[in-house]
């Protein structure tokens, strides 16, 4: 079992950057392959952003990459998403997500609450 809190939410403007931050507890986070995703009102929760164990390869959806970068600190037991150049459309619930077989894209067991993220125009 392993626990994920999100942070680092918030409402920001468009054009800004937010770093999130998820926190993970229980088992030993160096093991699990980690991701970020979101949801935003009335879509389906995607994929943005995912690392492997070693931190050594990551992956992200087309429409974040070159704008949010995603970083684990093992000693830590932290994963981030930093976020630059948001745009509206990034608004959304931004969850973590830990994943024992330890791939860039999953699959995941364990998923945090979520922190809400808002980029006004």
């Known amino acids: 079992q392993v626990q994920l809190v999100e942070s680092g939410g918030g409402l920001v403007q468009a054009g800004g950057s937010l770093r999130l931050s998820c926190a993970a507890s229980g088992r030993t986070f160096s093991r699990f392959g980690m991701g970020w995703f979101r949801q935003a009102p009335g879509k389906e929760r995607e994929f943005v952003a995912g690392i492997v164990r070693s931190g050594g390869l990551t992956d992200y959806t087309d429409s974040v990459k070159g704008r949010f970068t995603i970083s684990r600190d093992n000693a830590k037991n932290t994963v981030y998403l930093q976020m630059n150049s948001l745009k509206p459309d990034d608004t959304a619930v931004y969850f973590c997500?830990?994943?024992?077989?330890?791939?860039?894209?999953?699959?995941?067991?364990?998923w945090g609450q979520g922190t809400q993220v808002t980029v006004s125009s």
């Open positions: 997500a830990a994943g024992l077989m330890g791939g860039v894209q999953g699959p995941y067991d364990y």
